[in-house]
């Protein structure tokens, strides 16, 4: 059994693109958290979705930052317009119930330039 | 809301030392608790999970407490190996919802 997939692993972005960053839950939980980790600081929840619903999202940020968990496919973060302030490492969990067990990938490093 | 403290923020042992990492929470009505490790620049891999209705779990050389009355947790490590330095988090599910809090974490070095 896989476990959590994320990827891109490292990330490079100019200040004003887009980053997508994905994650592929463990086989059998449906339920997917994002973290960051900033420099220097602990995680922070930001957001936990199941198939299709948003289900609290309190911890983005109120602009640029968007997720998705669809039908078919992977869990995608997606933040717009990226400022130097969103380097930081991006994390996603999965487990089979909330609260559960929960199952981390290893990150995905976002550096904005 | 939940604030989770992770004492000593780093600890350095020779090798073959006993190492006691400890974390504490501010409301007690929590869910689980884990423990997990995290290596430089890699993600988070769970060590041990204790259920609120737990005292302790215990996984090889890693042995964990609760006491939730008291908003504690302590992470014991038997006999340290240099493969035990990493960073050591502790984090909090609540019983009403699913955010797991996390302590900064308590940096651990094992020396040869």
């Known amino acids: 059994n896989a476990g959590v997939m994320q990827n891109p692993r490292h990330l490079v972005r100019r200040r004003g693109q887009e980053a997508r960053l994905r994650c592929s839950p463990m086989k059998g939980h449906s339920h997917v958290y994002w973290y960051r980790q900033l420099p220097e600081e602990g995680l922070k929840f930001m957001v936990y979705?199941?198939?299709?619903?948003?289900?609290?999202e309190s911890g983005m940020p109120k602009e640029r930052f968007s997720a998705e968990f669809p039908k078919e496919g992977p869990s995608i973060l997606r933040i717009q317009q990226v400022v130097r302030g969103d380097s930081a490492a991006y994390f996603c969990?999965?487990?089979?119930?909330?609260?559960?067990?929960?199952?981390f990938g290893q990150g995905t490093r976002l550096t904005v330039v | 809301k939940q604030e989770v403290t992770q004492i000593p923020a780093a600890l350095s042992v020779p090798e073959g030392e006993n190492l006691v990492l400890n974390c504490s929470f501010t409301?007690?009505?929590?869910?689980?608790l884990q423990w997990f490790r995290q290596d430089p620049g890699k993600g988070l891999t769970s060590l041990l999970l204790?259920?609120?209705?737990?005292r302790e779990q215990t996984s090889g050389r890693l042995n964990a407490s609760l006491d939730k009355s008291s908003g504690r947790s302590t992470l014991y490590i038997a006999a340290s190996q240099p493969g035990d330095s990493a960073t050591y988090l502790c984090?909090?599910?609540?019983?009403?919802?699913?955010?797991?809090?996390f302590g900064a974490g308590t940096t651990v070095t094992v020396r040869a």
């Open positions: 979705l199941q198939k299709e619903n948003i289900i609290d």
């Open positions: 204790i259920q609120s209705s737990q």
């Open positions: 409301d007690s009505a929590i869910y689980n």
């Open positions: 984090a909090v599910a609540r019983s009403n919802d699913y955010k797991l809090s």
């Open positions: 969990a999965s487990s089979p119930g909330a609260p559960g067990e929960a199952f």
